[in-house]
C-alpha cells in the first residue's frame, strides 16, 4: 500500500458520514443511492433514497413498480430520465439475472443506465472487485494531487484521468478506497476553500507545492445555454383542470404539466390569446382570463425556461376532445401526478 493510499484510508475511518448505504451495502443498495446522487446533494439525497427503499425494498419490488409510481417519487430530483433508466434497470435485472446485481463489471455496464462510473462503484463497493470509480470529486483530488491541467470534460482528459484512478486504486480494498476517494474530495479537497493548511495529503499533492489549487481540475467552457418560453394555460372548470402529459422525446418525458403555447420571444396575454393554437385548445368557447402569474424563471442544464401562467375559467360545459395527453382531472388529484419541479413551484407559490 502507497502513502497516498494509506493515508486516504486512515482519514476516511476518522472522518467518514454514516451514511445509511454504507452500513450493509448490498448491489441493490449502492445502485440506488449511486443513481440518486448523481448530480444531487447527499443532504438533499438522502430523504429520496430513504423513501425508495421503504417503499421498494429489493430492485425485484421497484421492478414491478409502474413507470409513473417511480416518475411521482422520483419528482423533484430532476433529469428524470435517470428515473426511468432506474426503473427498466430494476425491470433488466429482475428478468435477466433472477433479480441478482451480476458480480461482474462489463456485465453491470449491460444494464440500462449504469455506465463506467456506476459500474466502478457496485463493483467495487459491493463486490470488492478493483474497478476505479471517476466522479466530479475523484476528478478535482487527482488533479490538485498531480496539478494535470488536460481538461477533464475532453476524450483525452476522461482517458487519462481514468487511467490514474487505476493506478493510484488499492486493490486489496477497492471499495474503501473508492469511497475514501470520494469522500475527500467532498469534505476536505472541497471546490471552494479546501483544506489545504492540514490537509494529510499536502506534502503529495503538486497543485499545493505549485500554488495551482484554485486552477484545478480544468475545465473547458460549457455549451452555451438556450432560452425557451412556455406560455402555460391553466385551465379550470367546476373544480376540475387540464392535464397535459408531455411525450414527445423532450425535456420531463412522460411527466405532467398544462398544457403549453410555446414561443420564441416573450408574450402578452393578449398575444397568446391570439394565436391560433390557443383557439384549437379552447374550441372558441367562452372563457375568463382570472390571473397570469409573474414570470417562473427555470434553469436546467443546457436551457433557461422563462413560463408565465395564464389562470382560465371556462364558462360552458368541458371541452368536448379528450386525448391521452390532454385530459380533465380535478384539482384535488394534482398530487397524484408526477410533475416537473417548475410546475410544482407554480402550484406552491
Not at 448505504?21 to 430523504?47: A, F
Not at 389562470?311 to 380533465?328: A, V
Request: aromatic share 10%; charged share 25%.
Amino acid at each position: 500500500m502507497n502513502i497516498i493510499q494509506d493515508t486516504l484510508l486512515k482519514w476516511f475511518d476518522a472522518n467518514r458520514r454514516d451514511l445509511p448505504w454504507r452500513h450493509n451495502p448490498t448491489p441493490y443498495e449502492v445502485w440506488l443511492s449511486e443513481v440518486i446522487l448523481q448530480q444531487t446533494r447527499v443532504s438533499q439525497g438522502m430523504d429520496y433514497y430513504l423513501r425508495f427503499i421503504e417503499r421498494w425494498p429489493t430492485v425485484v419490488d421497484l421492478a414491478e413498480a409502474s413507470e409513473e409510481e417511480v416518475l411521482k417519487m422520483w419528482q423533484g430530483l430532476g433529469y428524470y430520465s435517470r428515473a426511468r433508466n432506474l426503473h427498466h434497470c430494476a425491470q433488466q435485472v429482475t428478468s435477466e439475472h433472477k433479480g441478482q446485481f451480476p458480480p461482474d463489471y462489463e456485465k453491470l455496464k449491460q444494464l440500462k443506465g449504469i455506465g463506467d462510473y456506476t459500474a466502478a462503484a457496485i463493483a467495487s463497493i459491493a463486490f470488492n472487485l478493483p474497478h476505479a470509480v471517476v466522479d466530479g470529486n475523484v476528478y478535482r483530488v487527482l488533479a490538485r494531487l498531480y496539478d494535470i491541467d488536460t481538461p477533464i470534460n475532453i476524450n483525452e482528459g476522461q482517458k487519462l484521468f481514468a487511467q490514474l484512478a487505476e493506478d493510484l486504486l488499492n486493490r486489496k480494498q477497492p471499495g474503501l478506497h473508492n469511497q475514501a476517494l470520494m469522500e475527500f474530495g467532498a469534505l476536505h479537497c472541497t471546490p471552494k476553500n479546501p483544506n489545504c493548511l492540514l490537509c494529510p495529503l499536502q506534502a503529495q499533492c503538486l497543485a499545493f507545492t505549485h500554488q495551482t489549487v484554485m486552477q484545478r481540475p480544468v475545465k473547458l467552457q460549457k455549451v452555451k445555454v438556450t432560452t425557451r418560453y412556455f406560455n402555460y394555460l391553466v385551465i379550470k372548470t367546476n373544480g376540475c383542470i387540464y392535464l397535459h402529459k408531455r411525450s414527445d422525446n423532450d425535456i420531463w418525458k412522460n411527466l405532467y404539466d398544462f398544457p403549453c403555447i410555446e414561443s420564441e420571444q416573450p408574450m402578452s396575454v393578449e398575444e397568446v390569446i391570439a394565436t391560433e393554437k390557443f383557439k384549437q385548445i379552447i374550441e372558441n368557447k367562452p372563457f375568463t382570463i382570472i390571473k397570469t402569474s409573474p414570470v417562473f424563471i427555470h434553469k436546467l442544464t443546457h436551457r433557461t425556461i422563462l413560463a408565465q401562467f395564464i389562470e382560465i375559467k371556462l364558462e360552458k360545459k368541458l371541452l368536448r376532445i379528450e386525448t391521452k395527453d390532454l385530459f380533465l382531472t380535478p384539482e384535488t388529484d394534482l398530487g397524484d401526478f408526477p410533475i416537473p419541479r417548475l410546475i410544482d413551484l407554480y402550484l406552491n407559490n
